[in-house]
């Protein structure tokens, strides 16, 4: 890929903190060519989007089953279709979808770049083992995307410190 090339991010995981709207920004701002696609971040319509198009279930596991299967539509098409793919674990919840997402980028040999802090490393050492990079912040993010794409690290030309 040429730094012309439209580049494909897929952003998956906690969908409680504005991290996605971050990296898009500092990425933006550098004027990378870059689309950006993510899961639906709206809990209610991701969990209840099954029932709500194919009909009402009285037991909550098929009510579920329903929504994660056409969810699953989304995240497969756009994850196969992403360059890079962006997986955050947050400090609340436990994001099972999100290590799902890592799994399957990494099956299908997605470059991957895990966020999380390091209260969670020892619990996602596989996924972080799977990972090209392992960072704790957005903007670490877009510095690697930045690099990734410019092919140039701040501060430095031609190999040698400036």
Request: hydrophobic share 40%; with cysteine; aromatic share 8%.
């Amino acid at each position: 890929m040429t730094k012309s090339t439209k580049w494909n991010i897929y952003l998956s995981g906690e969908i409680h903190t504005d991290w996605r709207e971050q990296i898009e920004a500092s990425v933006n701002e550098a004027g990378l060519p870059v689309s950006f696609s993510a899961p639906v971040t709206h809990h209610e319509a991701s969990d209840d989007c099954g029932v709500a198009i194919l009909g009402a279930e009285s037991d909550k596991f098929w009510h579920d089953h329903k929504g994660a299967q056409i969810n699953a539509i989304r995240t497969r098409t756009l994850i196969g279709n992403a360059d890079i793919v962006v997986v955050r674990f947050g400090e609340k919840y436990k994001q099972w979808n999100a290590a799902f997402d890592a799994g399957y980028a990494a099956a299908l040999g997605k470059p991957l770049i895990i966020i999380h802090q390091d209260e969670h490393a020892h619990a996602l050492k596989e996924v972080d083992a799977a990972a090209l990079a392992v960072a704790k912040t957005p903007a670490q993010v877009a510095d690697i995307l930045r690099y990734v794409i410019e092919g140039r690290l701040d501060g430095y030309t031609d190999g040698s410190a400036s």
